[in-house]
């Protein structure tokens, strides 16, 4: 009887065993809908960068004195697996749950349904393109220096506002009375004006000028009305600033190239030894705008042995709930306030940090 149910408790267990085994064949081989944002490199704007075998400083300013700077200024990324071309495991996602530096999430929330990841790179690479001009025309300005805006229609939306009343190549003049200086004032008039409200827009088509009408909408999962036109900026930049970077892209690096940009014309190094990161969007006007994996970005911080984090004042609401430990984090919402936080730390002082996201 002993021997019968020892048998028998070998069996079970055996055959749990293969249960379990074949669970997780199951999970190593069967793909997910899910993705994981992680740390990814993190790279020194005031340092070099190597192209096609030649090593050369990622800020490059002509026609202008630059001056040396000390320290580091890091741009930070984060890592994107799973893609709809290479999707994750179910057991390749485990690791991820133990891990405070990584996130997971439905895939769709980073490549859009009928979105490929070769399309993907190609959105984040002309994003980056605008975000280096952008942050250019912020440094420029932040320095006092005279910099001006085209703004020109680069595509039509199919069905939407503009469609039959502007053409690509059309030069926008004036909006709603108001002669448009940046991409940002253009966006406010438009809100401003409200949805379905007929909007004068005067272009510039060729040699002639027109007076225009049309009528924003609000986009399908949309908030606020649009014309319905991809719109391109061009800048008139006092010296040419070139930027080169490989394999990376979208707009949050802006700040960090306007910062590098501005210390590079300044005497006197900003960061006076210190290593800063940090993270976010940048208008030519040079507020500072919101990114996305903000807690990833964090941790790639900390793994460059920072000084200072900043970080959009934007994104408070997406502070984790575990901050890696020494820290020092600056919220700020403009190119000035960046500046001045790296002149605070500099100075042996600590500037405003989280508290201002309790008050904001």
């Not at 409200?197 to 272009?203: D, E, F, I």
């Not at 700040?255 to 501005?262: R, V």
Request: charged fraction near 20%; aromatic fraction near 4%.
């Amino acid at each position: 009887m002993y021997h019968e149910d020892r048998e028998r408790k070998r069996v079970r267990v055996l055959a749990a065993t293969a249960v379990l085994a074949c669970l997780t064949l199951l999970a190593a081989v069967i793909p997910s809908p899910y993705s994981i944002e992680r740390p990814g490199p993190f790279v020194d704007t005031l340092g070099d960068a190597t192209l096609e075998d030649e090593t050369i400083p990622v800020i490059q300013i002509s026609d202008l004195q630059t001056y040396p700077t000390t320290g580091e200024l890091n741009l930070l990324t984060v890592s994107i697996l799973g893609t709809p071309e290479h999707p994750l495991s179910w057991l390749s996602l485990v690791p991820a749950l133990f891990d405070p530096s990584q996130r997971i999430a439905p895939r769709t929330e980073f490549f859009p349904e009928g979105v490929s990841e070769k399309e993907r790179e190609t959105a984040n690479t002309a994003m980056m393109d605008t975000s280096q001009m952008q942050s250019a025309a912020a440094a420029f300005r932040e320095l006092g220096e005279p910099v001006s805006i085209q703004l020109s229609v680069a595509g039509i939306s199919e069905d939407g506002p503009a469609e039959g009343i502007l053409e690509q190549g059309d030069v926008i003049l004036t909006v709603g009375g108001q002669e448009i200086a940046s991409f940002e004032q253009l966006r406010r008039v438009i809100v401003d004006a409200g949805a379905d409200r007929p909007l004068a827009v005067t272009v510039l088509r060729g040699d002639e000028e027109l007076s225009l009408t049309l009528t924003p909408r609000v986009p399908d999962g949309g908030d606020s009305p649009m014309l319905g036109a991809a719109i391109s900026s061009s800048y008139e930049l006092p010296a040419e600033v070139k930027i080169s970077l490989s394999q990376i892209g979208g707009p949050s690096a802006g700040m960090i190239f306007a910062i590098g940009i501005y210390d590079l014309l300044t005497p006197g190094p900003l960061l006076d030894g210190l290593t800063v990161s940090g993270t976010g969007t940048i208008s030519e006007e040079g507020d500072v705008g919101a990114i996305g994996g903000l807690a990833q970005k964090m941790w790639a911080a900390s793994r460059a042995e920072s000084d200072l984090f900043l970080m959009p004042l934007e994104n408070c609401a997406e502070l984790p709930d575990q901050i890696p430990a020494g820290l020092t984090v600056a919220p700020v919402s403009t190119l000035n306030e960046a500046i001045k936080a790296i002149e605070t730390a500099t100075s042996g002082g600590t500037p405003a940090g989280i508290e201002r996201c309790e008050v904001k």
